[in-house]
Structure formats: structure tokens, C-alpha cells
């Protein structure tokens, strides 16, 4: 079955470290979302691609980076930047020039500060 | 730039009680409006959406929702909630090749 695979469900990082989300999807979607959940404020988007080798700062890009080198991947790092890294990290992906089908999401990745 | 507003943080209904969810959007040329629901510790899945034409649009799990441009909103309805509805909903707006921005979202508690 086609859908977008987030890994690992749960992670934890020392203060100091930086960590790296995976988010991979076979749908052949060209753009990929990634967001940020934090209770009460909705999601908040980080950073996006519609094409490979290209991507877009979200309204919360600081302290995180990006990589689009595949179609079907697009990894997230948390840096050591990010001041408040705890949060729960939604990936998306979408068919690019249509709204038709809305955005497919993963399962998320839960990052915990310890 | 386009934003969504859910009036409500939380929603606590009776099971077989009908509910509405509010959202409201602004902006100053045509856009897309979605609904998600989000159900513990699980990513979204697209319930409901407007893209033109009608603007009753019907969803999955007996939802339904109401694009009216002239109040710019996009309420979610269900005539009778079941315990199993208990998650959390999002309003989203979509406009040209931008991404998807979402409103806070609205927790549902369904109470037996």
C-alpha cells in the first residue's frame, strides 16, 4: 500500500544534539511537508519542497534543516539551535498543481528533550 | 496572507447529540477549505473538503460542512456524535500553490 513512513515513532535527544526525523513516502507525490504540533497552537510548518533539490523556509524554520536529494525522502534535523525542540513532527506530501487530493500524512515522530 | 480561526478549543457533546465546529477564514481571493481529524498519538486524515461547486460537502464518518463565502466559514457538522468522533479536528485553507495552513484545532470529547 502507497503512504508516507515517519521514523521513529518516539525519540529522545540530549540537550546539545542534533537529530534527524525520517520521513519517506512512495506515492510518487512531488511535494513534502514537514510540521510542527505543539498542544493548543495547531500545526505550524517548517519547511516544504515541491521539487527535488529545492525546498522553502515554513513560518518556524529556525534551528531546523532540510534535505530533498531523493523524490521520496525528506529529512528533518532538529539542531542544537532549536531552543524549544520538543513537539510532535507531522510529515506530508502532496501531488504538486492540484488540490484535488489534499496532503497524505505520516503517523508522526514524537521528540522528547531529556 | 490566508488564516484560519476555530472559534472553540474544546467541544464536550453528549453521545447521539448533534455538533457543530467552527471555522472561519480569511482571506481576499478564493481558497480551498479542509477538514482533518487527528486521533491520539496518529497523523491527520482528510475527512471533508471544498474546492467549488456545492457548498454542502459531505465527508467520511457521516460529517458534513458548509462553505459560506459571505461569512467566510466552514463549520463541521454531525447530526448524532458517536464515543468513537472523540479526537481532535482541524480547519485548513489552501490557497494557489501555497501550503496548507491550519487553524488550532477543536478537541472533541463525546460523553456516553
Known amino acids: 500500500d502507497g503512504g508516507i513512513t515517519q521514523s521513529p515513532k518516539y525519540l529522545f535527544r540530549k540537550e546539545g544534539q542534533n537529530v534527524t526525523l525520517s520521513c519517506e513516502q512512495n506515492l510518487n507525490h512531488d511535494a513534502m511537508y514537514w510540521y510542527r504540533q505543539d498542544p493548543g497552537q495547531g500545526l505550524r510548518l517548517i519547511y516544504y519542497s515541491q521539487i527535488v533539490n529545492d525546498f522553502q523556509k515554513g513560518d518556524i524554520a529556525e534551528g531546523y534543516s532540510v534535505s530533498r536529494e531523493k523524490k521520496e525522502s525528506f529529512p528533518l534535523t532538529v539542531t542544537s539551535a532549536q531552543k524549544n525542540p520538543t513537539a510532535f513532527y507531522l510529515c506530508?506530501?502532496?501531488?504538486?498543481?492540484?488540490?484535488?487530493?489534499?496532503?497524505?500524512f505520516g503517523s508522526g515522530t514524537r521528540l522528547t528533550v531529556v | 496572507a490566508q488564516s484560519v480561526t476555530q472559534l472553540d478549543s474544546q467541544v464536550p457533546v453528549f453521545e447521539e447529540a448533534p455538533v457543530e465546529l467552527r471555522c472561519n477564514y480569511s482571506s481576499s481571493v478564493s481558497v480551498y477549505l479542509f477538514w482533518y481529524v487527528q486521533y491520539p498519538n496518529q497523523g491527520l486524515q482528510l475527512l471533508l473538503k471544498?474546492?467549488?461547486?456545492?457548498?454542502l460537502v459531505k465527508g467520511i464518518n457521516g460529517f458534513e460542512a458548509e462553505f459560506n463565502k459571505s461569512q467566510t466559514s466552514f463549520h463541521l457538522r454531525k447530526p448524532s456524535v458517536h464515543i468513537s468522533d472523540t479526537a481532535e479536528y482541524f480547519c485548513?485553507?489552501?490557497?494557489?500553490?501555497?501550503?496548507?495552513?491550519f487553524g488550532k484545532g477543536t478537541r472533541l470529547s463525546v460523553i456516553a
Open positions: 485548513a485553507v489552501i490557497k494557489g500553490n501555497t501550503p496548507l495552513v
Open positions: 506530508a506530501s502532496s501531488i504538486t498543481g492540484t488540490v484535488n487530493y489534499g496532503y497524505t
Open positions: 471544498y474546492l467549488s461547486g456545492s457548498t
